[in-house]
């Protein structure tokens, strides 16, 4: 039996890739730097079991130091690197679809850091087409903070809450009760029609609940995305009568490609849940692709380091449980599609490198380097599962 697992640690970058100046993020180190704020507050990034499997000698060959609290120098368990990303960008679809064998070879269009953000013409059309009062927001913002700035007079008007980030990108926010879950929907495939001419990767619906000042986004976000390319990595398993099994937002973030089965969960811990079962039923030629995203949405892009931590070492005491649920000849990579340093400026994404920790049952432990490009990962899970290779990237194993 061969099966293939990709545990993606949204946003767990390993410190800033050699071109990170350009990107403002020269000295950026999403895991070092968390491990080393910890340790001011007087606590230790204790994540014993993937320190085990070569974390911390990941990140010493990503970044030339070893994360605070991180003791073990060899003996590991895993075959441990760090990749640095192809493509142009440092946002979702691009460290997705890189990971998968498509690097993004273009540049995707953004929006820029004013008041407004959106062009006129833009917002102008969406909102004749969806017949709303208007629109609050319009800025590069983080989306807790302004759905909890702008709620109470979304509710009150029914005006769309709308923003943007660092990554190609329009969020669109609306109360699932007052305004309707599928109301917000349809509004978000307009949009996406009409973002097309400005190269935008991603029209993102927000849905919310709660009332004065007090919300909650929940889980039945959607992401309205391009298609990639070229064929992917889960192209390639699906086509070869291989089970694809999408966990969180990977359908969404691949346009439905190359998906067989689509689980959501409204958070890290659900979307573990998810991974057992799935551990449990997948058979023979599967490909698992999970992405743990509240590392980044609900603690890279807030900047809050201690919430962070906490989530990692959470994940990290469960993965015992994942493992004992492995059989022989399986596969697992625990990687990352960017980063997004808690104590960076801003509130973006980081360019840095990010894990390629590859594990299972008969996997041998060594050192892996630094990979020029996060396609590796890919073409390796797409040998190990008798695939056709992928058009970009080199076998690790």
């Given at each position: ?33 968390i ?54 960008g440092k ?26 953000s ?7 059309k ?12 319009d ?111 990977i ?34 030629k ?49 990687t ?29 432990a060594r ?12 073409q390796?899970?797409?040998k ?14």
């Amino acid at each position: 039996m061969s099966r293939a697992f990709i545990l993606l640690l949204d946003s767990f970058g390993l410190g800033a890739t050699p071109d990170a100046a350009k990107y403002g993020d020269a000295g950026a180190n999403t895991l070092g730097h968390i491990a080393s704020t910890v340790a001011k507050s007087g606590k230790t990034l204790k994540l014993p079991v993937m320190e085990s499997l070569g974390l911390g000698a990941a990140a010493h060959l990503a970044s030339g130091e070893w994360p605070v609290g991180f003791d073990q120098r060899d003996g590991f368990t895993g075959a441990y690197g760090a990749a640095r990303e192809r493509s142009t960008g440092k946002d979702t679809q691009s460290g997705h679809w890189e990971i998968a064998g498509v690097p993004v070879e273009f540049d995707w269009g953004y929006f820029p850091r004013t008041t407004p953000s959106f062009p006129a013409d833009l917002t102008g059309k969406l909102q004749a087409l969806a017949g709303v009062p208007g629109f609050l927001g319009d800025c590069h913002a983080s989306g807790t903070d302004i759905i909890n700035k702008h709620g109470d007079e979304h509710v009150a008007t029914g005006k769309l809450i709308i923003y943007t980030s660092g990554d190609s990108v329009m969020q669109i926010a609306a109360h699932e009760e007052s305004f309707g879950l599928e109301r917000l929907y349809a509004v978000c495939e307009m949009a996406f029609k009409l973002v097309e001419p400005y190269n935008i990767g991603r029209v993102i619906a927000r849905p919310f609940k709660g009332s004065n000042g007090n919300y909650t986004r929940t889980s039945n976000r959607h992401d309205y995305a391009v298609a990639p390319p070229a064929p992917t990595l889960l192209d390639h398993v699906k086509n070869a009568g291989g089970e694809v099994v999408g966990l969180g937002k990977i359908s969404d973030i691949f346009a439905t490609q190359g998906i067989s089965r689509v689980v959501k969960g409204v958070d890290n811990m659900a979307l573990f849940e998810a991974l057992l079962t799935t551990a449990d039923e997948v058979q023979d030629k599967s490909l698992t692709f999970v992405n743990f995203v509240d590392f980044d949405q609900a603690f890279g892009h807030r900047r809050n380091v201690e919430g962070y931590a906490d989530a990692l070492r959470e994940m990290d005491a469960r993965l015992p449980e994942f493992i004992a649920r492995l059989k022989e000849g399986d596969l697992v990579v625990i990687t990352a599609d960017h980063g997004c340093d808690p104590t960076w400026h801003g509130s973006d994404h980081t360019r840095e490198h990010i894990p390629m920790i590859f594990f299972g049952p008969g996997v041998p432990a060594r050192s892996l380097g630094i990979s020029e490009t996060f396609s590796d990962i890919g073409q390796t899970l797409a040998k190990h599962l008798g695939v056709p290779p992928l058009a970009n990237g080199s076998s690790l194993l």
